[in-house]
Nanobody, 118 residues
Framework: QVQLVESGGGLVQPGGSLRLSCAVS????????MGWYRQAPGKQRELVAS???????KYVDSVKGRFTISRDSTKNTVYLQMNSLKPEDTAVYYC????????????WGQGTQVTVSS
């Protein structure tokens, strides 16, 4: 049974940095994409970054140059390094998997809160 567990969220000042981690266990299917979503209160869920098994990365325009998605296969962990954080980055961040054969991201972690405030 697959499980995604996010960690690393918290309170940070504008301009600061955080690294989110997503520990993956029980993976028994082929992965099309790994991704990080975020959702702020009253706003739509937004795909922030994605990573293919081949290492291809994509980012939403608002985080390009500031966020980096990466993986450590030996630790079964996906990361989201967030630099130069802005208040508008405040949201619950979710790790997600788009499985091969699925129409969308369909495996989710529980989420971790990121708050950017002075």
């Amino acid at each position: 049974q697959v499980q995604l567990v996010e960690s690393g969220g918290g309170l940070v000042q504008p301009g600061g940095s955080l690294r989110l981690s997503c520990a993956v266990s029980g993976l028994s299917f082929s992965v099309r994409l790994m991704g990080w979503y975020r959702q702020a209160p009253g706003k739509q869920r937004e795909l922030v970054a994605s990573l293919s098994p081949y290492g291809t990365t994509k980012y939403v325009d608002s985080v390009k140059g500031r966020f980096t998605i990466s993986r450590d296969s030996t630790k079964n962990t996906v990361y989201l390094q967030m630099n130069s954080l802005k208040p508008e980055d405040t949201a619950v961040y979710y790790c997600a998997v788009h499985r091969v054969g699925a129409s969308a991201y369909d495996v989710w972690g529980q989420g971790t809160q990121v708050t950017v405030s002075s």
